[in-house]
Structure formats: structure tokens, C-alpha cells
T-cell receptor
Framework: GAVVSQHPSRVICKSGTSVKIECRSL??????MFWYRQFPKQSLMLMATSNEGSKATYEQGVEKDKFLINHASLTLSTLTVTSAHPEDSSFYIC???????????FGDGTRLSIL | AQKITQTQPGMFVQEKEAVTLDCTYD???????LFWYKQPSSGEMIFLIYQGSYDEQNATEGRYSLNFQKARKSANLVISASQLGDSAMYFCAIPPLSGNTPLVFGKGTRLSVIA
């Protein structure tokens, strides 16, 4: 089946650090990838839609300069949390799909803790 | 706009019993699909089962089956012979109206399986 690899699974770092999270589709090409944030006991909150070779589309309220998204190839998208602060601590999860009516396959998520 | 409603924030079921998780949806599409995902406490989102709106039979995947009632716009997930490992959050989802946006998720149901 389709596999999405997300790395790292857990990050603990100091305030002011920038953190990069990678999302790879291992056995399929994903023209579109999605980045979510999830708070405890809540559903997934879409942050942005990432398209290969073009700028990401951010949801309202998500700071583009804070959460930099790059989708350099059909198998890789990265999310960089720039100058992270404690309020950025959360669970971030990426997702990719092969086509509109195909299931979205998710990475295992990244638990980000900013001290 | 697409909408998913999951009215049960939490459910309990005895081990080895069957349980039904409710999902109703709203869509203006004539052709659509419904997805169910499982999210254990470790965080990963696991695709469980898909039902196409024009599929004549209810979808089944192992112990998972969909009770799809198109006229009622409901796509309930049935888990038979519950196991302790089934304890997790379960999300119902529907594809968007436009192609380049992600699945629309419900708020989820937390299932707890009791020994």
C-alpha cells in the first residue's frame, strides 16, 4: 500500500530555533500534499495545501512566514517552523494522495515541543 | 460545501462485541466517496475503509464494514468482534467539491474497548 514517511517523529528544542519536518511519499507520486496541526483531543486542522513546483496555499489564520512549506518534488514536501516559540508546540502531520478520489495517506506525525 | 457530522464524541464497547460509529454527511455532489480513518494514541492516521456513492454493496474490510444509507446520507462504521487494540479516535471524511483541497473530516469519535 501507499506509504508516507514523516521525519522526525519527535522534536524538542529551545525557543527561537527553526525546525524542519520532512514528508515523503515512498511508493507513489503525490502532486498534492497537505499539512495539518492537531491539538490534544481535537480533529485535524488543515494548515496548508502543498503543490509540487508551486507556492503552497495557506488556510486563513496560518502565517506563511512562520510556517514555510516547500514541495520540491513529487515525493517530498517540507514544513519549516521558523523561530519556533512555545505556542507552536503541537502535533504536526502530513498527508499525500495520488488523485482526487484516492485515500489520503498520512505520515506518522511529528510531536514538536518548544521549551 | 461538504460537511461531516460525527455526533458521538466518545463510545465504550466490551471486548468481542460489535460497535457502530455514526457518520452523517452533506454534499451537493452526485458522485462521491466516504472514508474512515483510525488514529491511535500514537498519532498516526490509518486509512480503514472506503465507500463509493454508486457502489451497490456496502464496503467491508476484515472486521470493518460500512453501513451506507444513501437516502439518509449516513455512512456508519461497524467494527465487529472489538479488540483492545481498536481503542482509538475514528474519523469519517468526504472528498472536497474541488479537486485540489483535502478531505473534509468530522470531529471524530473516541472509541474505548473494555476488557
Amino acid at each position: 500500500g501507499a506509504v508516507v514517511s514523516q521525519h522526525p517523529s519527535r522534536v524538542i528544542c529551545k525557543s527561537g530555533t527553526s525546525v524542519k519536518i520532512e514528508c515523503r511519499s515512498l511508493d507513489f507520486q503525490a502532486t498534492t500534499m497537505f499539512w495539518y496541526r492537531q491539538f490534544p483531543k481535537q480533529s485535524l486542522m488543515l494548515m496548508a495545501t502543498s503543490n509540487e513546483g508551486s507556492k503552497a496555499t495557506y488556510e486563513q489564520g496560518v502565517e506563511k512566514d512562520k510556517f514555510l512549506i516547500n514541495h520540491a518534488s513529487l515525493t517530498l514536501s517540507t514544513l519549516t517552523v521558523t523561530s519556533a516559540h512555545p505556542e507552536d508546540s503541537s502535533f504536526y502531520i502530513c498527508s499525500a494522495r495520488q488523485g482526487e478520489y484516492q485515500p489520503q495517506h498520512f505520515g506518522d506525525g511529528t510531536r514538536l515541543s518548544i521549551l | 460545501a461538504q460537511k461531516i457530522t460525527q455526533t458521538q464524541p466518545g463510545m465504550f464497547v466490551q471486548e468481542k462485541e460489535a460497535v457502530t460509529l455514526d457518520c452523517t454527511y452533506d454534499t451537493s455532489d452526485q458522485s462521491y466517496g466516504l472514508f474512515w480513518y483510525k488514529q491511535p494514541s500514537s498519532g498516526e492516521m490509518i486509512f480503514l475503509i472506503y465507500q463509493g456513492s454508486y457502489d451497490e454493496q456496502n464496503a467491508t474490510e476484515g472486521r470493518y464494514s460500512l453501513n451506507f444509507q444513501k437516502a439518509r446520507k449516513s455512512a456508519n462504521l461497524v467494527i465487529s468482534a472489538s479488540q483492545l487494540g481498536d481503542s482509538a479516535m475514528y474519523f469519517c471524511a468526504i472528498p472536497p467539491l474541488s479537486g485540489n483541497t483535502p478531505l473534509v473530516f468530522g470531529k471524530g469519535t473516541r472509541l474505548s474497548v473494555i476488557a
